[in-house]
C-alpha cells in the first residue's frame, strides 16, 4: 500500500492509473471499506484520502472530538487490499485554497448547517486537483453530497466517474457513521428506529400511492407529521424529515415515482443523518 503524505509526492504519480478517489475523515468502517470494495469491482486501484476537513464543521460542532484512529485506519486499509492512502497535512491542503460554494446547500443538512458544504466542495475540488484521478466513490447515506459532488463533476471534472455506494447499515438497520462512536450499544440499538421509521414510512407511502394516488401529495404532510410525532415520542430531535424529488431536493410533486425520504436527529446530543430512495410504483423494500 502506497502512503502519501504531501501534494508534493503526488506530482511524482504514485499511484498506478485507473484509480478512485474514496475521501474519508478516517475512523474507517465498513461502510466506508464498501466504498473500496466497490471501487476495485468497477476496476479501479481505490486511493484513500484521510483528512479531517476543519472547513466543513461549524463553530458548535464537533471538529475538536471527531473520532481518529490513523493507525487502525491503516491496517484496516491494507488488510482489505488498498492501493493507495493520502493523509496530507491541513497546512499544506488549506495553503492558497480556492474557496467554492456548493448549489444546493439551502436544503436539508446545509440549512441546518451553514457552510458545511461549502467546506466539503472547496477540499473534494482540491483533492481532485491534486491527486487527478479516474473516478472517485461517495456513500449514498450522504445523499446531499452526493448531489453536490457530481455537481463539481459537471462544473469542473468532467474526466472523473463518479461511483455511488448504498448505505451500509448494522444488523440493526442503524447507518454506519463515525458518529456512532459516540453511542453506547444500547443507544445504538435505539438509534437504530430511525431505519425502522424510514422503513415504516416507506412502505405506507408505497400503499398510499397504490390504492389512493389522486389525494397521495395532499396527504404527505400528514404522513410526515405523524412519523416525525412518533420518533420524537421516542426521544429523538427531529432537524429535519422531509419527502422530496431524490434528482432536485424539491417539494416531492410526482415528476417522477423515486422519492427521497430524508431525515436528520439528534440522539444523546449526537447528530445523525440517514435516508432512503423509494420507488412508489414497486411494492417492494
Ligand atoms: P466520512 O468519513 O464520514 O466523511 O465518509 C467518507 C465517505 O464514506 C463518504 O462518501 C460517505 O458517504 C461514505 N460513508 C460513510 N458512512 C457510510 C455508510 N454507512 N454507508 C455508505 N457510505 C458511507
Known amino acids: 500500500m502506497i502512503i502519501v503524505k504531501s501534494i508534493e509526492q503526488l506530482s511524482h504519480n504514485p499511484f498506478k492509473p485507473p484509480f478512485a478517489l474514496i475521501p474519508t475523515m478516517g475512523n474507517l468502517h465498513s461502510g466506508h471499506i464498501n466504498l473500496l470494495r466497490l471501487a476495485i469491482n468497477k476496476n479501479f486501484n481505490p486511493v484513500v484520502s484521510i483528512f479531517v476537513n476543519p472547513l466543513q464543521f461549524g463553530p458548535n460542532e464537533d471538529l475538536k472530538s471527531y473520532p481518529r484512529s490513523l493507525e487502525r485506519d491503516l491496517d484496516v486499509l491494507k488488510e482489505n487490499n488498498c492501493h493507495g492512502v493520502f493523509i496530507p497535512e491541513q497546512e499544506e491542503i488549506l495553503k492558497n485554497i480556492e474557496n467554492l460554494n456548493a448549489p444546493i446547500s439551502d436544503k436539508l ?105 389522486k389525494n397521495f401529495l395532499s396527504e404527505l404532510k400528514s404522513i410526515q407529521e405523524k412519523y416525525q410525532r412518533k420518533i420524537e415520542e421516542k426521544g429523538f430531535e427531529v432537524d429535519y424529515l422531509e419527502l422530496l424529488d431524490p434528482a432536485t431536493l424539491e417539494r416531492f410533486e410526482y415528476n417522477s415515482n423515486k422519492m427521497l425520504i430524508a431525515i436528520a436527529v439528534f440522539f444523546k446530543e449526537v447528530r445523525l443523518i440517514d435516508n432512503l430512495v423509494i420507488d412508489l410504483a414497486s411494492s417492494s423494500q
Not at 475540488?125 to 463539481?152: M, S, T, Y
Not at 474526466?159 to 448494522?170: E, G, M, N, V, Y
Not at 457513521?177 to 405506507?204: H, P, Q, T, W
Request: charged letters at 25%; proline letters at 3%; one cysteine or more.
Open 109 to 213: 443538512c446545509g440549512k441546518s448547517r451553514p457552510g458545511h458544504f461549502d467546506g466539503v466542495v472547496t477540499i473534494v475540488n482540491r483533492l481532485f486537483e491534486v491527486i487527478k484521478p479516474e473516478a472517485c466513490v461517495f456513500g449514498a447515506k450522504d445523499f446531499q453530497q452526493q448531489l453536490i459532488i457530481k455537481h463539481l463533476i459537471k462544473e469542473k471534472h468532467r474526466h472523473i466517474k463518479f461511483l455511488s455506494a448504498p448505505t451500509q447499515r448494522d444488523e440493526n438497520g442503524l447507518a454506519l457513521s463515525s458518529r456512532n462512536n459516540y453511542l453506547n450499544e444500547s443507544e445504538k440499538i435505539e438509534a437504530s428506529l430511525i431505519f425502522k421509521f424510514l422503513s415504516g414510512m416507506s412502505s405506507e407511502l408505497k400503499l398510499l400511492s397504490r390504492v389512493n394516488q
